[in-house]
């Protein structure tokens, strides 16, 4: 359970951005924990935009306009500043939060402590909290995320908050994916390319590798059963149905049949026979492992080999970091160069929406 679960267990708006970086998860915090985002030239920047409606309403009524602070988190939780401090987890996670009308020009904050900060009600404002975060990766250095969350203490006030975050939410995101890149440069970032995985060592000699990566903001035993029931005639790929699942649409549910995967069973490729992907691998619910011709470790000739994994680390206990890798190895020769090159476009476009479809379908399983 997240620290900012505490405050803000039920939000109706919430956006999580994580990073991996190479560093252990104590340094991570550090840096972590005393950033100031006024560094970054894009905040100064972005803030100014943000600010501008109030400044603009300052300069009419010929009341000093407000500056850009420090944005280190003592600064912004400073007395008066509407930001409390509302938790913290030493090395863990760091939590702040408001309360206000936050779609006027000049927001009009309440004074509410962090006690009072979950059961606070009175009607007409937004609620809105943040938490930096730092979880470890085994073995591999930390994770870092930014989960931001939003409510309302009733209908029409979730309503303007809405309408005022179609505008400013835009400037949110940049701000958070810059400050997780500049934090990741510092910290090392983590390349997913580049790493080993497993699977990797059946094609040593492989030519071609993509991969690609996308993080779940669900457990990974809620995200296995939609893998393990993969393959025309069964749940589908998950990406365009009408070119890799004979245009049935892939399964929206988990189907209970379909759960049995076993190391050698055949995960079809086609809406009709029996070839496509064997599973050489299942580490459930961490790894899957599939090959590509029968399997692809057995000589023969084939003149295209591939495996397939799907890696599902998980972050913390909510999250997971669902990594896909397809690997090639086949005979040179200039055929198969440009076979190579035709297939690598339509796996790329393939990948993603599979990926971009699995992260939805298992978001929406999970518990409220």
């Not at 935009?49 to 009419?60: E, V, Y």
């Not at 990566?213 to 035993?221: L, R």
């Not at 020769?333 to 990948?351: K, N, P, S, Y």
Request: with cysteine.
């Amino acid at each position: 359970m997240s620290l900012i679960d505490q405050y803000l267990p039920a939000p109706a708006i919430r956006e999580v951005d994580r990073a991996a970086v190479t560093a252990d998860p104590a340094r991570a915090y550090s840096v972590v924990r005393r950033v100031d985002l006024q560094r970054l030239a894009w905040v100064r920047l972005l803030f100014a935009l943000r600010t501008l409606p109030g400044r603009l309403s300052s300069a009419l009524r010929r009341r000093p306009a407000a500056t850009a602070p420090s944005s280190r988190i003592e600064d912004i939780t400073r007395p008066g500043s509407g930001f409390v401090l509302l938790g913290e987890e030493p090395g863990r996670e760091v939590v702040v939060g408001a309360v206000g009308r936050f779609w006027e020009p000049d927001i009009p904050f309440a004074t509410v402590s962090p006690d009072a900060f979950a059961g606070f009600t009175a009607a007409g404002y937004g609620k809105l909290a943040w938490a930096l975060r730092v979880d470890p990766r085994p073995g591999l250095g930390a994770w870092i995320g930014i989960d931001l969350r939003v409510t309302a203490t009733d209908a029409d006030s979730l309503e303007r908050f809405r309408t005022y975050w179609r505008w400013i939410g835009p400037f949110s995101r940049v701000i958070r994916r810059r400050l997780l890149r500049t934090l990741a440069d510092e910290l090392g970032a983590v390349n997913d390319e580049a790493r080993s995985l497993p699977g990797d060592e059946i094609l040593p000699r492989a030519g071609f590798q993509r991969t690609h990566a996308v993080t779940v903001e669900s457990q990974p035993d809620r995200l296995w059963p939609w893998l393990v029931q993969m393959g025309c005639q069964r749940g589908g790929w998950y990406s365009w149905d009408v070119l890799d699942n004979g245009g049935t649409p892939s399964a929206r549910r988990i189907v209970p049949e379909l759960q049995h995967l076993r190391v050698g069973d055949i995960l079809p490729a086609r809406p009709n026979g029996q070839d496509g992907f064997v599973a050489l691998r299942l580490e459930a619910p961490r790894l899957l492992v599939l090959g590509s011709p029968l399997p692809p470790s057995v000589p023969g000739g084939h003149p295209w080999q591939t495996t397939w994994v799907f890696q599902l680390e998980p972050i913390g206990d909510q999250a997971t970091r669902l990594t896909v890798r397809a690997r090639a190895a086949y005979h040179p020769g200039w055929r198969m160069d440009l076979l190579r090159t035709a297939l690598g476009a339509a796996h790329e476009v393939m990948e993603r929406r599979q990926i971009h479809n699995l992260r939805r379908r298992a978001e929406s399983a999970r518990p409220a």
